[in-house]
Structure formats: C-alpha cells, structure tokens
C-alpha cells in the first residue's frame, strides 16, 4: 500500500510559479513510477507530468513541457512538480499518482495508476 499527500497549491497569477509536493508513505517509493494529473471543473483527468521509478525518465504533456519539471527525492519519499509560467488554463486541481507497473507507452493514462493522492487546488488568475 502507497499513501499519497499533495500540497503545495495555491492562487498565483499569471506568470509566477507554484511548486506541488507529494509525500508517500511505504519503504517501496523508490519502486514506484510518479504522476502528476490534473482535472479542471467539466473536464476529464488529464496527464501533466510522470517520473520513472529511477528518475531516469520523465514525461509531459505538451501543454505544459518547457514550463513545468517533475522530480523527485528518494530520501524523502516525495515527488514534486515545479510549476513555472503558469496560465490561467493551469488551474485546477492536481493530483499524485503512483504505481509499479505503468510502462513507458501508459504513462499519460490514469487507470494505470493504483494510488492517488486526495488532490491540491492551483488557481492562476489573469
């Protein structure tokens, strides 16, 4: 079992930054491929960003590629999503999301992930 928090959020206006946390409990993080998604109000989930479980691969969105970073620490268990020149189309909430067995081609679909986090509130005003 994996228990995700997310914090970090917030409202920033146009242009400014926001950097998102997700802690997980449980001894097998480093075990774990990381994502970060997002769903706006009407709007399905939709795929930000993903970490491989190494860190040696990271995934994006067009939408948000050259803005946004995903990292994550190991010794802290967390993964966070640097957030740089957001737009008002950035807001809404964001979720974490984790699970050992999403392959490279499945990143970006939500139902490969097991574990979710319970979401963080980013509003950009404009």
Known sequence: QVQLVESGGGLVQAGGSLRL?????GR???SYA????RQAPGKER???AAISW???NRYYAD????RFTISRDYAKNTVY???????????AVYY???DDGVSRKRVGVPDEYDYWGQGTQVTVSS
Do not use: I, R, Y
């Not at 946390?21 to 409990?25: E, M, N, W």
């Not at 999503?81 to 807001?91: A, G, R, V, W």
């Open 21 to 25: 946390s997700c802690a997980a409990s």
């Open 63 to 66: 939408s948000v590629k050259d």
């Open 46 to 48: 939709e795929f930000v």
């Open 81 to 91: 999503l640097q957030m740089n020149s957001l737009k008002p189309e950035d807001t």
């Open 28 to 30: 097998t993080f480093s």
């Open 54 to 56: 190494n860190g040696g």
């Open 34 to 37: 990381m994502g970060w998604f």
């Open 96 to 98: 974490c999301a984790a």
